[in-house]
């Protein structure tokens, strides 16, 4: 099991690209070329990636398929529990967070680390009272800087792009994925 779910975040790069070539893939997973290839093969054959040769050179894109959103859950999820793995600090915020029923994304500098993070920026949907968030921050010794949003369609298009760069789901996976991806 834990060999199938690892192999999903060799989809990662391709989550919300248009097409990356090989190097450029294996480059961002800090993999072997003959490792991503064959597992790209293997989503070839699934059906989840497409495959465009030109020369010698191999680009590979998602396929846009009914059940590429439940495919791309997966992959934010794993990234998510590996990250919360790697961040203790990152896993307890994320469990507050799950108290909520909010879909929520955390985005910036903090998805790659927060101790090199001033802040934590976060998106929450509807209503939110971040009265609660002051325990955690004191706890924790670090700052929110929450933007909270009725729906996606007031996220501009600037903030949308740097999100969909840098990102953490936390609630809310399939709505935050149909957003990125249109």
Not at 134 to 148: A, D, G, P, S, V
């Amino acid at each position: 099991m834990v060999k199938k779910v690892s192999i999903w975040s060799t989809l990662e790069p391709l989550l919300y690209n248009k097409e990356l070539h090989l190097a450029e893939i294996s480059k961002k997973l800090n993999k072997p070329h003959t490792t991503v290839r064959k597992q790209l093969e293997m989503f070839e054959k699934m059906g989840l990636v497409e495959k465009r040769t030109i020369g010698k050179l191999s680009f590979y894109k998602l396929k846009k398929i009914p059940l590429i959103i439940d495919y791309l859950t997966i992959i934010e999820k794993e990234k998510l529990i590996r990250r919360c793995n790697e961040e203790l600090a990152l896993k307890e915020i994320v469990e507050f967070f799950h108290n909520f029923n909010n879909p929520m994304i955390i985005f910036g500098s903090a998805v790659r680390s927060l101790k090199e993070a001033n802040d934590i920026d976060l998106i929450i949907l509807g209503k939110f009272n971040s009265n609660s968030l002051i325990q955690l921050e004191k706890k924790l010794n670090i700052k929110f800087h929450i933007l909270n949003v009725k729906t996606l369609k007031q996220i501009n298009e600037a903030l949308k792009k740097e999100i969909i760069k840098k990102h953490l789901i936390i609630q809310g996976s399939e709505e935050w994925i149909k957003w990125m991806i249109n």
